[in-house]
């Protein structure tokens, strides 16, 4: 026991000891910070480009023990502290608290930041658009139910632009009051989050137990603390918030259901070295209009992720289509490639370029 207790000290004697080092090497990073902020005269804060080279840069450094994931998430909230010393930023997101568009906030921008809940997405874009907040941090696809029309839609019309992404893992869970499933009549959850638990709900609850939408997840939480014939779908946040009990956890159908969240603001993004960009394009009602907007793309080489389409809201049968390519819209390639599509297009909008979410 002696020999055991001596061996511990040491190991803890040396934690106490790095601990100091990571505490002086933090505060001379924070000081390097605010000396750039001093620099800058007051400009803008955030340089999503720089910060996602910061994460690549620390995963490839990383040796282990501990997780690439882990090691992103402890840096991004020192980069959140010190950039709050130059300014804490305000990002809104679809309240209330407790919703997944709150957690992919603070992933994103770290806990240093301010989150501002809205009662819609809409009101978010608003909310930024009318520099209420700095960014809005909304849904725009998931891996089980497609894309979230609502965010597409307002990105058309918004002044905003894409100036980061956010890849989420969803966790749902079935929340009540009571700790039994005995007398639900009624589960309340968001539309999109009723459909990725549909198979679960189909085995595990009778068929007469209402599904009701509701506009968040977090809502639906709230919701079902009131009621104690009611449950809801939503995640650890507002299970937390709202002091619910898990009667069951992971109940998404999808064992890697995840969500693409957009960060939107008013400014541009320099090349990060992984880059997106986001266009949105409408074309004539005529055969061989799709092969036109795809063409030019594959010809200068331009690589496409994604082609939605969604009704242009202009016209019967006309539609804008969604495309995210893997180029930032200053490389010559892509520049060539939108110039084409202009020239034959109606309507081409690039919604922004920014780097390729980091974890």
Known sequence: MADQEQQLKAHRDAIDSIDAQVLELLNQRAQHAHTIGEIKGGGIVYRPEREAQVLTRIRELNRGPLPDETVARLFREIMSACLALERPLTIAFLGPEGTFSQAAAIKHFGH????????SIDDAFRAVEARAADYVVAPVENSTEGAVGRTLDLMVSSPLKICGEVVLRIHHHLLRA???KDGIKRVYSHAQSLAQCHEWLNRNLPAEVERISVASNAEA?????????AAAIAGDAAAEKFQLVKLAENIEDEPNNTTRFLVLGYQDVSKSGRDKTSLVISAPNKPGALHALVEPLARHGVSMTKFESRPSRTGLWEYLFFVDVESHVSDPNLIAALDELRSTSAFVKVLGTYPLAVL
Request: overall charge neutral; glycine content about 0%.
């Open 178 to 180: 009571s700790p039994t």
């Open 221 to 229: 939480a709230r919701l079902a603390s009131l009621d104690p014939s």
């Open 112 to 119: 240093a930041a301010a989150t501002q809940a809205c009662a």
